[in-house]
């Protein structure tokens, strides 16, 4: 006998099929039609890192001394001083910056110009409170005023191309992020098995599938229906989680996962444009550490992560893919009694991308830090604008051209970090 609509509500499994998947979802009533060749640019994804990284440790401007002046006790070895053992010096980028030796995974993608890094760039917001900077930067503005919306959602709004695939826009967490709000087509997960398709008869999930394909085929839902069964046979083909591990070994945090399972949406072609990832515990008051520590392991989870990410993905799949890397204020300059630093402004900044970014080099006008060029308290000035990076990577990669109605006020100056 073939399933009702009445007996699918009573067993509760449209559940399943993510279509009344609760409040943290937007999968509920979207009409659905694939866009099987993806986006006309490339997938962004976008990785916020929440507490305010230090991007002096980051990305370390070694050959300035005052960076050793003003940190006598967390700055990181030169590169060249053999003094110290190889893990507690930087890893030189261009005879002036260096990254941090955490960041090791990602010395290869920065030689192979896949790698792009903006320094001094921040927020015009001098607020330094993390939510009052995280709110703005996910805005997409620079003060308090203006639309409450994301900046992402508002890529999505006004992106001149139809893509309305129930994971055009995904969030690996349990809520969605601020970039996202606004968003008429976004969905909340906390890992991809929230979407998969399982049949209330046990072994018999060929009547299943059968029954629904039956039920979306004779009314206003049938567009809806056949799309979100087509998405969901897609992913119950994927892999599963053991055996992508032992393709490519992602770090075993919330970041890792996350990422492999954005690299399993890219791959299975489900029309996915934005995906956002978050990462805590750059905070760090206290007990910074150098070669070692609270930073380093952060830092060290974030660049084994985006390594694994690209060779996830392949040289094609990489090649039409951006990352966006931010996070909310970099730290003081100084650093403070608690051996940590404090909450500052002008941070850095990464993209990535196999063809996108202008790699192999750090943009932006580097301020210096002698006293008289630092920010308030002493904190390093914001050169370059956030929202000129996000709106290059959005016009010229992503190819919506609508940049002055995502970032309002903008007065647009290319930073040329990406090609077009």
């Known amino acids: 006998m073939l399933t009702t609509r009445r007996g699918l509500f009573a067993l509760g499994t449209l559940s399943a099929l993510a279509l009344t998947a609760g409040p943290r979802s937007a999968l509920a009533g979207v009409t659905v039609t694939p866009q099987r060749s993806g986006p006309p640019g490339d ?14 440790s980051m990305i370390v401007p070694h050959a300035d001394d005052a960076y050793y002046r003003n940190r006598p006790t967390i700055a990181l070895g030169r590169p060249g001083d053999t003094r110290l053992a190889m893990k507690n010096r930087v890893l030189d980028l261009d005879g002036y910056f260096g990254l941090h030796p955490a960041l090791a995974a990602l010395k290869p993608l920065y030689a192979a110009g896949q790698l792009s890094i903006t320094h001094a760039c921040g927020s015009g917001d001098q607020t330094r409170s993390h939510f009052e900077a995280m709110a703005t930067m996910e805005r997409g503005v620079s003060s308090d005023t203006g639309p409450a919306s994301g900046w992402l959602a508002r890529h999505l709004e006004t992106a001149p191309w139809h893509n309305v695939s129930p994971l055009r826009a995904v969030s690996l967490g349990t809520i969605l992020p601020q970039s996202l709000r606004g968003a008429s087509r976004a969905t909340a997960l906390t890992t991809l098995a929230d979407l998969r398709l399982q049949s209330p008869f046990g072994s018999g999930s060929g009547r299943f599938e059968d029954s629904l394909h039956h039920l979306y085929t004779r009314d206003a839902l049938a567009e809806a229906g056949q799309e979100a069964l087509l998405v969901l046979r897609t992913l119950n083909r994927l892999p599963s989680p053991a055996l992508m591990l032992q393709k490519t070994i992602y770090p075993a945090d919330d970041l890792g996962n996350g990422l492999r399972q954005v690299a399993q949406l890219i791959q299975s072609e489900v029309g996915l444009e934005a995906a956002c990832l978050d990462q ?61 630093t404090d909450h500052g402004r002008g941070g850095a900044m990464l993209l990535l991308g196999g063809k996108s970014v ?12 002698k006293p008289e ?35 309002p006020g903008l007065e647009f100056n290319s930073p040329g970090v990406v090609h077009g």
């Not at 997938?43 to 002096?56: E, N, Q």
């Open 280 to 340: 805590g515990g750059y905070d760090t008051h206290v007990a910074q550490g150098t070669s070692e520590g609270i930073l380093a392991g952060r830092l060290e989870s974030l660049g084994k992560s985006l390594a694994a990410f690209a060779a996830d993905l392949g040289p094609e799949r990489w090649g039409r893919t951006t990352v966006v890397v931010q996070s909310e204020f970099g730290r003081r300059v100084a650093e403070n009694s608690g051996l940590g």
């Open 358 to 369: 202008v790699g192999g080099k750090v943009h932006g006008l580097w301020p210096g830090l």
């Open 373 to 407: 060029n630092l920010d308030g308290p002493g904190d390093l000035k914001v050169t370059t604008d956030y929202r000129n990076v996000l709106a290059e990577v959005i016009s010229m990669r992503l190819k919506n051209p609508n940049t002055g109605q995502i970032f």
């Open 43 to 56: 997938v962004l994804v976008s990785i916020f890192l929440r507490g305010g990284v230090d991007g002096l």
